[in-house]
T-cell receptor, first 109, second 113 residues
Framework: DAMVIQNPRYQVTQFGKPVTLSCSQT?????MYWYQQKSSQAPKLLFH???????NEADTPDNFQSRRPNTSFCFLDIRSPGLGDAAMYLC????????FGPGTRLLVL | AQSVTQLGSHVSVSEGALVLLRCNYS??????LFWYVQYPNQGLQLLLK??????LVKGINGFEAEFKKSETSFHLTKPSAHMSDAAEYFC???????????FGTGTRLLVSP
């Protein structure tokens, strides 16, 4: 059974049009992460939540925001997507070991 | 500061041959080490992890890795490659408990018939 679920798997948006990606987990972990992965690169951490405490990476653009309404769900909001934001977005959960979802591939037209 | 080096962005092997993917780390304290595999348009799947127990770690799909402190290495091996092993492999390190993962740049494994 899937432990980390991401929806949608593919998302197409227009330049500047806000978009929200969702993630849910069934492991009941208190830590959740969002990564951005561009082609042929390693995942890059955008931010993480420890319970409701939000921790932003220093180089994460302000264009990226996140919400975590409860333990199971976490959202990534991109307020004004640019062409450079086209990437795979990965959600993960876990403390000692991180378990990843299948990812959402974002295309910006 | 922690860092991970994966030697070789691409590794090519024939089906049935030994797979060896190299990973070296730098860490000032005992690390937690991980290997993840990523198939096209998929997330990262945990292959195996080292968390200061046995130095030889067995993972899924016949992969294993050996932690060698003296060499600061955690190379991934599989005795006999299968076509389905073709994927991107990432080595990653963290400290004990909650710490961010530091990823290597990845190695793409190509398997030919």
């Amino acid at each position: 059974d899937a432990m980390v679920i991401q929806n949608p798997r593919y998302q197409v948006t227009q330049f500047g049009k806000p978009v929200t990606l969702s993630c849910s987990q069934t492991l009941n972990h208190n830590v959740m992460y969002w990564y951005q992965q561009k082609s042929s690169q390693a995942p890059k951490l955008l931010f993480h939540y420890y319970d409701k405490d939000f921790n932003n990476e220093a180089d994460t653009p302000d264009n990226f925001q996140s919400r975590r309404p409860n333990t199971s769900f976490c959202f990534l909001d991109i307020r004004s997507p640019g062409l450079g934001d086209a990437a795979m977005y990965l959600c993960a959960t876990g403390r000692e070991t991180q378990y990843f979802g299948p990812g959402t591939r974002l295309l910006v037209l | 500061a922690q860092s991970v080096t994966q030697l070789g962005s691409h590794v090519s092997v024939s089906e049935g041959a030994l797979v060896l993917l190299r990973c070296n780390y730098s860490s000032s304290v005992p690390p937690y080490l991980f290997w993840y595999v990523q198939y096209p348009n998929q997330g990262l799947q945990l292959l195996l992890k080292y968390t200061s127990a046995a130095t030889l770690v067995k993972g899924i799909n016949g992969f294993e890795a050996e932690f060698k402190k003296s060499e600061t290495s955690f190379h991934l091996t599989k005795p006999s490659a299968h076509m389905s092993d073709a994927a991107e492999y990432f080595c990653a390190v963290s400290f004990s408990g909650f710490q961010k993962l530091v990823f290597g740049t990845g190695t793409r494994l190509l398997v030919s018939p």
